[in-house]
């Protein structure tokens, strides 16, 4: 099954991303994870990538392509998978179109006051990339490997605004161009909450296209 999950930057994208991953046996392809990972290298591409999401920004369409298309060429994703954070605009919507099929589009739905909130509070282990919010762990210590947890630069309040603004400019229009093919869930709830009715769709939608 191959999966895309479309939602603004905190609406829970990445944990249920995890939770279809465990279920289903698909591996979860977070494009703001590969360039994290990009952006410990010591390259000239490395510093770009810092520099533009630092700001909130978005890495251009062709270097996120590129870097999508050899990560979905690997073995672990012949069978499918999550892609968590791509496609971002819709230029890359069309690219992908050009190298996968994608059977469903997951639209994880928000309102903008609550991402904030839930943003501001998330605090991320820089060593194994767990994420709590500070109101469940106000040790600030990694419950999986005991690192104390850090707030990433793009959890700061005035990068924040700046990721929403981009969100609902580059990448709402997605909504439209995946309209055949999009399932909605609220992520209001808790994590089991909005996961509960994906798992019931995907176990249908599982059977038909494999
Ligand atoms: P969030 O979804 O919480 O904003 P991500 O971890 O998905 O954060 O992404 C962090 C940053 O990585 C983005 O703000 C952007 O700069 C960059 N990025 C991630 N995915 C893409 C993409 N598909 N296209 C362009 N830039 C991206
Ligand atoms: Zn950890």
Not at 61 to 76: C, F, N, P, S
Not at 180 to 208: N, Q
């Amino acid at each position: 099954m191959k999966i895309i999950l479309l939602g603004a930057p905190g609406s829970g994208k990445g944990t249920l991303a995890k939770k279809i991953s465990k279920d289903f046996d698909i591996p979860q392809i977070s494009t703001g994870d590969l360039f994290r990972a990009i952006v410990k290298e010591d390259s000239e591409l490395a510093s770009k990538v810092r520099e533009i999401m630092q700001s909130g920004g978005l890495v251009p369409d062709e270097v996120t392509i590129e870097i999508v298309k050899e990560r979905i060429a690997k073995d672990d994703c012949k069978k499918g998978f999550i892609l968590d954070g791509f496609p971002r605009t819709v230029n890359q919507a069309k690219a992908l179109e050009g190298i996968s099929q994608i059977d469903t589009v997951i639209l994880v739905d928000l309102a903008n006051e609550i991402i904030i909130d839930r943003l501001s509070a998330r605090r991320t282990c820089p060593n194994c990339g767990e994420i709590y919010s500070v109101q469940d762990n106000p040790e600030n210590v990694c419950k999986k490997c005991n690192s104390p947890l850090i707030q990433r630069d793009d959890d700061k309040p005035e990068t924040i605004r700046h990721r929403l603004e981009v969100y609902e400019q580059n990448t709402s229009p997605l909504i439209n161009f995946y309209s055949d093919r999009i399932f909605k869930v609220s992520s209001a709830g808790s994590p089991e909450e909005t996961y509960s009715p994906v798992k019931t769709f995907l176990s249908e939608m599982e059977g038909k296209v494999e």
